[in-house]
């Protein structure tokens, strides 16, 4: 049995229909949808220049600020490596290195905990 999205169903359950269908009747059911083209279409436009516009701005943001980035992290390095000795640059290395790893872990066992709990 094949399913038209534009075609309603009937109220009920859904996990039988395919997402597009699922989708469409969310939308259909939640969503004040407009009845003309012209307003679809003028919808979608503001959207894409709002996308546009977004993308932009944080493109412009990134070219500024990342060379202030790059600048303000050299002078950090080099600030290190002027006032430690080379074993407490180890040290603070292979401290910050644990932490990371076992932040990382830790994440990695809160996703997998969650997918488990998903497919179980």
Known sequence: MSYSPFQST???????LPLHC??????????NLPNDYGTIIAY????????????W?????????????????AIVV???????DPEEITTIMMK???????????????LLEFAFDIFD
């Open 78 to 84: 080099f600030r290190i490596l002027q006032f430690y």
């Open 96 to 110: 910050s290195f644990s932490i990371i790893a076992d932040t990382l872990v830790m994440v990695l066992a809160k």
């Open 22 to 31: 699922v989708l469409y009747e969310w939308l259909t059911k939640n969503m």
């Open 44 to 55: 979608i436009g503001l959207f894409l220049i709002t996308w546009y516009t977004i993308i």
């Open 57 to 73: 701005a944080v493109r412009l943001v990134m070219a500024v600020i990342w060379p202030l980035f790059i600048i303000a992290s």
């Open 10 to 16: 009937e109220t009920g359950n859904w996990t039988d």
